[in-house]
């Protein structure tokens, strides 16, 4: 079965950086568009990033454009966030998740904490 | 990349049946077919409950149905349980090829 498992949460202060990993299994990883989706306590879903299945597209929501990468590394299953210049703001449960053949979202990691603050 | 608007809260009795709508554009849920819906748990990762505005995966009730019309989107749970009581996401692939989420609902059953 599809198994996504985020790793490289922690407690960082403002203006560093952090790097999220996402391990892959039970699907053609190669084959899968990734996706980023964070959550700041208490609140709602907010998409972060997707990358294409061989990793030539990348696309970001405007509040992490230009301070986060996502990347893919096929050989290893593995899904990465890059994330520098945190802020305050940042702060929230990083998801890992997948497509379907088509561009929905269709399952998720249980997510890693990120917290910002000094 | 404004979030799509859901309703805060929306509760209902055993066994009553609840819609909760999700409105956007012409850019993301009226432009496109890529509607789907996630029910989260407190403390635990969403889950897909239905795809493609009216597909349901495999083990999903079918007390769970999708429709759109125009740039509004609705799901809608039939003869509620218990277990329903959660928050629900709408999320909607956009024509700038990002994806842009619903602001939840917490569905509360009486």
């Known amino acids: 079965q599809v198994q996504l498992v985020e790793s490289g949460g922690g407690v960082v202060q403002p203006g560093r950086s952090l790097r999220l990993s996402c391990a892959a299994s039970?699907?053609?990883?190669?084959?899968?568009?990734m996706h980023w989706v964070r959550q700041a306590p208490g609140k709602g879903l907010e998409w972060v990033a997707v990358?294409?299945?061989?990793?030539?597209?990348?696309y970001y929501a405007d509040s992490v454009k230009g301070r986060f990468t996502i990347s893919r590394d096929n050989s290893k299953n593995t899904l990465y966030l890059q994330m520098n210049s945190l802020r305050a703001e940042d702060t929230a449960v990083y998801y890992c998740?997948?497509?379907?053949?088509?561009?929905?979202?269709?399952?998720w990691g249980q997510g890693t904490l990120v917290t910002v603050s000094s | 990349q404004s979030a799509l608007t859901q309703p805060a809260s929306v509760s209902g009795s055993p066994g009553q049946s609840i819609t909760i709508s999700c409105t956007g554009t012409?850019?993301?849920?009226?432009?496109?077919?890529?509607v789907s819906w996630y029910q989260q748990h407190p403390g635990k990762a969403p889950k897909l409950m239905i795809y493609?505005?009216?597909d349901r995966p495999s083990g999903v009730s079918d007390r769970f149905s999708g429709s759109k019309s125009g740039n509004t989107a609705s799901l809608t749970i039939s003869g509620l349980l218990a277990e329903d009581e959660a928050d629900y996401y709408c999320?909607?692939?956009?024509?700038?090829?990002?994806?842009?989420f619903g602001t939840g609902t917490k569905v509360t059953v009486l």
């Open positions: 998740a997948k497509d379907r053949s088509v561009p929905i979202i269709d399952h």
């Open positions: 990358i294409s299945y061989d990793g030539s597209d990348k």
């Open positions: 012409s850019s993301d849920v009226g432009g496109y077919n890529y």
């Open positions: 039970g699907f053609t990883f190669s084959r899968t568009g």
């Open positions: 999320c909607s692939y956009t024509s700038s090829s990002t994806r842009v």
């Open positions: 493609d505005v009216s």
